[in-house]
């Protein structure tokens, strides 16, 4: 396209340089000829892009991501001339369209119309667009391109994949889920119950004896309380450009889902807790609440106010309850100073687990947590089923 405008240019100083020398109706005609070739052009990427529709449509706009979905555009030439050059850009930072190279053009003669299928995958959780972001547009003589953003673009709702994992290796290497792993606990609520009271968990709701007598009814426990997990997870931002934060976030949503999963299935009490606005906890024992901490994790926002440092600083607050026997952290920064706590934590008997996602070396950390503390690497973009 360089070189076209360039052999266009010296034609037209040429052709200047004729009329001026030696005039006459064929060095005048050539002159206008080449003057107006790059004004019909113009004229005719300008017509094209009043008159060129695209249209695009997606099974569904609430996706799992890495799960290719049904997805297809088509491209009209509704108007009375022909389309000479047509390219079409998709979004591909964040998701990317399966058998379709991006730099495919079309030629469209009047009443043609090419109809795509095909499949869209997400990359990462998240809200973002999908699908055409962008129209090339190029004249007969490819002198000039003229490129527009879609604006009835797609906003895809992207959920993080459900891992079903029934072994992971980092937990079974951790003793204390290895007593959990032969059995359920020793100690279970018995069949008697007492009147619900302000502060009782709501883990221990015998619903079936409430439902019965019109009133909550809570179950007794015998022996020492049993002893829970706390799975915490980071929603502070990091990074500025969705390149750079949204496989962190997707990595750290995927990887909680993977455990509280696992803690499900293997019937071991965990309770997840996230912080928004306000600290939120699921308690995983209760039917139902998991389905509700996947529901949220396609929702949950990440802003850069919601300091990890604080969601640390209320796990130690929940250390007075006393029924909490294991935090695992999920997170992808880390701070030496929270080491110091963390030791704390072990000092009074509390196993401290931390899943850092990050593709830093953390050999300096495990260092300063001198065994106690244990530090799990995961990888941005590391498969889980793998590094787990």
């Known amino acids: ?119 869209l995958i997400c990359k990462y959780r998240g809200e973002y667009e999908v699908g055409v972001k962008e129209v090339e547009i190029t004249d007969f003589l490819e002198l000039f391109r003229f490129r527009y953003r879609v604006k009835d673009s797609f906003r895809a709702i992207v959920f993080p994949r459900l891992l079903q994992m029934d072994e992971i290796k980092s937990l079974d290497d951790f003793a204390q889920f290895s007593m959990w792993e032969s059995m359920q606990q020793k100690e279970e609520p018995d069949v008697v119950t007492r009147d619900y009271v302000a502060g009782d968990s709501i883990k221990y709701m015998h619903w079936k004896v409430s439902a019965k007598e019109q009133k909550l009814k809570v179950r007794n426990l015998t022996g020492e309380r049993r002893k829970d997990v706390l799975l915490a997870y980071s929603t502070e931002r990091v990074g500025k450009m969705p390149e750079e934060y949204l496989p962190l976030e997707n990595q750290v949503l995927e990887l909680v889902l993977a455990l509280g999963n696992h803690f499900v299935q293997k019937k071991i009490p965990c309770t997840v807790l996230r912080r928004q606005q306000e600290m939120k906890e699921f308690h995983l024992e209760v039917p139902g609440i998991f389905d509700e901490l996947y529901q949220d994790s396609g929702k949950v926002d990440f802003e850069k106010g919601y300091s990890t440092a ?51 070396d953390v050999e300096d950390y495990v260092r300063q947590a001198g065994g106690r503390i244990r530090i799990e690497r995961i990888p941005v973009e590391g498969n889980l089923e793998e590094v787990l």
């Open 310 to 360: 604080d969601l640390i600083q209320h796990m130690d607050m929940l250390k007075v309850k006393g029924n909490i026997s294991t935090y695992i952290l999920v997170t992808h920064k880390l701070e030496s100073e929270w080491l110091v706590l963390f030791q704390e934590w072990v000092n009074i008997g509390i196993k401290v687990l931390v899943y850092w996602v990050t593709d830093e």
């Open 1 to 119: 396209m360089k070189y076209r405008k360039i052999i266009l240019g010296l034609l037209w100083i040429l052709s200047l340089v004729g009329i001026s020398f030696y005039g006459g109706a064929i060095s005048y005609g050539f002159f206008w000829a080449l003057t107006l070739v790059p004004i019909i052009s113009v004229v005719y990427i300008w017509v094209v892009f009043l008159q060129f529709r695209i249209y695009q449509e997606i099974e569904s706009r609430f996706v799992v991501c890495k799960q290719p979905v049904p997805y297809y555009f088509t491209l009209p030439n509704e108007s009375f001339f022909a389309f000479a050059k047509l390219s079409v850009k998709m979004y591909s930072g964040t998701s990317y369209v399966t058998d379709l190279p991006e730099t495919e053009s079309y030629e469209m003669l009047p009443g043609d119309s090419d109809t795509y299928h095909t499949k």
